[in-house]
């Protein structure tokens, strides 16, 4: 599947299937980081997400020419291997997490949910390697795939005012990090102590598309040591 659309008067959506595997998201890595690799000043930003890419670009380019752009670098990402062409799917990133306690006040829900103790939540949470399939909600917040089946726990009914920092949250089949303080319905489970955003990095956010990721139970007296830092 490959399909072009008109989003608004400034930018194109490029979908490559409707649902989300591993498999349709190497396509829209392969075509992002070629059509990333032309630096055409007519591109003014790059989206990708679970399945799809979009590309906003400068008034004065009509919709038919970046149309063609699309397309041609789409029939030359399919036909051509760079050595550019998946350099996100290479970094492997692990993220200490504190489980439980003040830290994950939902933990022991999600183990009642399942039938299991506290102990296998985080053991199966810890065991799978997560691919992060996109940024969004907020500066550098990862939707990850990945999560054992077995815990998978749909979100809160009522979602919270104020999830601090840091915190490691189950939504459905997915598991996240939150690189600040803000609303959310998300289980948490535990929180990370390293920043996983800040300004005065470059790049700012710690993780990004592509990134594969793995979770390491840390103790509090761990979590203190760590807190703050960035990885």
Known sequence: MFKVLPYGDGALHVQFQETISEEGFEKVQNFFNHLSHLQDERILELIPTYHSVTVF?????????MLNLVEEVHHRSTEIEMDTS??????????PVCYGGEFGPDLKHVADYH?????EVIARHTASEYLVYMIGFMPGFPYMGGLDPELATPRLISPRSLVPQ???????????????ASPGGWQLIGRTPLSLFDANYN????????????FMPISRKDYNELEGKRS
Do not use: F, N
């Not at 670009?57 to 020419?65: I, N």
């Not at 039938?115 to 102990?119: A, P």
């Open 166 to 180: 840091g915190s490691v949250g189950i939504a459905g089949q997915q598991t996240g990090l939150y690189p600040l």
């Open 57 to 65: 670009y400068r008034p004065g380019s009509s919709y038919l020419e």
């Open 86 to 95: 998946r350099p996100a799917l290479l970094r492997k990133v692990e993220i």
């Open 115 to 119: 039938k299991l103790t506290v102990e």
């Open 203 to 214: 790049p700012p956010t710690m993780l990004r598309s592509g990134d594969r990721v793995r």
